[in-house]
């Protein structure tokens, strides 16, 4: 997909490939012929131009054909460069300006909840995103309701589009923040398997009445160490040789 536009968010979509794994492929219960089906788990995506990782795991769970990936961030394309609900199947909410999808997600989790609805859902937000005040009135609400039915996912990269997100805000420790609110609070390796199954079955079986976080560290461009070592890395460009040898890296180190 980041080749048809030689350009994108690969680096967060790299970082995050192992997060979106264990939530698709081990976590979620849904049913990919019918994206709409009231029992699926939902996954909201805050982070609107992360889309490109999303389609991805959409495409390998058979929710997207995989021959329309030529069409991604083209006009009339059901992959837009940002997510947005209304185009794409299984993209549950349209992301964009930083701060809204834990807010969307806390009034789905009080709606289910309401409903009796055993369905859990699923956020994920970024680092950057913990600077937005909206974020943190989310997280209160998530406590007062005690919505044990909310998982929030935090990508924290530790990047963002001016620089380091701990140069931006006095940032410290995530997980303790999080549990001094109220919540259950996890932090975790984002690019180790292992940990990131340990961590999502923990969220899903922990049996306080309270929301769930499980704080991800990821490494932008993982995988590919040419694109790691790139001191900017929050939207880049490859060029037209470095494609192939990104993917030969890529199908070396895949695990059989």
């Given amino acids: 997909m980041g080749e048809v536009q030689g350009q994108g968010y690969i680096g967060q979509a790299l970082g995050v490939a192992d997060v979106l794994a264990v939530s698709y492929f081990h976590a979620m219960t849904y049913r990919p012929d019918d994206t709409e089906w009231e029992g699926r788990d939902?996954?909201?995506?805050?982070?609107?131009?992360?889309?490109?990782?999303?389609?991805?795991?959409?495409?390998?769970?058979?929710?997207?054909?995989?021959?329309?990936?030529?069409?991604?961030?083209?006009?009339?394309?059901?992959?837009?460069m940002s997510g947005m609900a209304a185009y794409t199947p299984g993209m549950e909410i349209t992301g964009g300006s930083l701060g809204h999808g834990l807010g969307i997600a806390v009034g789905a989790a009080l709606g289910l909840k309401r409903k009796k609805n055993p369905a859990f859902v699923y956020n994920m937000l970024s680092d950057g995103e913990l600077g937005e005040g909206s974020t943190w009135e989310a997280v209160m609400s998530a406590v007062q309701w005690k919505l044990d039915n909310l998982i929030a996912i935090v990508d924290f990269n530790n990047q963002?589009?001016?620089?380091?997100?701990?140069?931006?805000?006095?940032?410290?420790?995530?997980?303790?923040?999080?549990?001094?609110?109220?919540?259950?609070?996890?932090?975790?390796?984002?690019?180790?398997?292992?940990?990131?199954?340990?961590?999502?079955d923990n969220a899903r079986n922990h049996t306080g009445a309270q929301p769930r976080v499980i704080i991800c560290n990821t490494k932008?461009?993982?995988?590919?160490?040419?694109?790691?070592?790139?001191?900017?890395?929050?939207?880049?460009?490859?060029?037209?040789?470095?494609?192939a040898k990104a993917l030969a890296i890529l199908d070396e180190d895949k695990p059989l």
Avoid at 221 to 242: M, N
Wanted: aromatic share 12%; net charge negative; proline share 5%.
């Fill in 42 to 80: 939902r996954f909201y995506l805050s982070i609107g131009h992360y889309a490109i990782a999303l389609y991805a795991a959409l495409i390998e769970a058979g929710i997207l054909p995989e021959d329309e990936i030529g069409t991604y961030g083209m006009d009339d394309s059901r992959m837009p």
């Fill in 220 to 243: 932008m461009c993982k995988g590919i160490p040419f694109l790691e070592a790139r001191e900017s890395t929050h939207f880049i460009r490859v060029e037209a040789d470095e494609w």
């Fill in 160 to 200: 963002q589009a001016d620089g380091p997100t701990r140069d931006a805000l006095a940032v410290g420790a995530e997980a303790p923040k999080w549990a001094a609110f109220g919540w259950y609070a996890q932090e975790v390796d984002g690019n180790d398997l292992a940990a990131l199954v340990e961590a999502f």
